[in-house]
């Protein structure tokens, strides 16, 4: 049997919710890591919010964090962690010049977070706990260095003014994006440089294994690179369009209804059988 390299999105695929993986999941992806093959998390989050799920399969396999701007490997000194950054200067210049329409905002770098104002509705999108360092106040006085990535919670209906200008002033140097819906005015601030698809193919020639051998799963825009490198793209059913466009396979199931384990049981050589009823 050839090993298959398994990249898994968390939020709305691998998770049932924020903060579970069914416990059938967890056992049939044990079964098949046992069986020799890799699984890599990838994500948009941070470490903090996703080692415990690494730890809870078992993993010994790199992690990708912030979409692919940190990219460590626990317990192996011999990799060469992947620490994409945006300038620092680059970051004020954004919050200063749009200091009107910004409500609240936070950087990270690595597991440290920068925040605008500590305000009770922020929290859910801090991940603030396993170790993390809060430091609170303007960015220009906080920030020390270059981070991995911003969050820019927008005043309702200003959102545009804050991405039209980055779009402008700094079209090859950060990327921006909304994250569409109900919650078009949060704005995410990423290098160019930084997608799940240039992460995986390094994982993926870190742990030896070629794109043919590759099967990715997501369901965000954040996912669209992943999926498109991946021998196998599986978006899973409740996957936002632009990924369903670029998707191998569109599953029938959401991210509540075994999508993941459901496939894998009926198209990885060898893979055991899936029955959700067990």
Known sequence: MKDYLIALDLDGTLLYDWSTIHEKTVAYLKSLKAMGHKLVIATGRPYRSSIGF??????????????????????????????????????????????PYIYNAFCEIRDDIYLLEDREDIAPLLHNFNGAKLHVGPLHETLPAGTNGCIIIAHKSQGQHIENYINTHYKDKIGCRN??????????????????????KNVARSLGIPRERIIA??????????????????????AHESLRAVADVISPHDHKDHPIERYLSKHLDDAPDFDPSL
């Open 54 to 99: 690494y730890d809870s399969l078992g993993l010994n396999t790199p992690l990708i964090n912030y979409n692919g701007a940190l990219v460590t490997w626990k317990n192996n000194p011999a990799f060469t962690p992947v620490n994409i950054t945006l300038n620092k200067d680059d970051v004020i210049d954004i919050f200063t010049k749009n200091a």
């Open 179 to 200: 994250w569409g819906d109900d919650n078009r005015f949060i704005i995410e601030l990423f290098s160019p440089k930084t997608n799940k698809g240039e992460a995986l």
């Open 217 to 238: 799963f997501g369901d965000g825009m954040n996912d669209v690179e992943m999926l498109a490198y991946a021998a196998t793209g599986v978006a899973v059913n409740n």
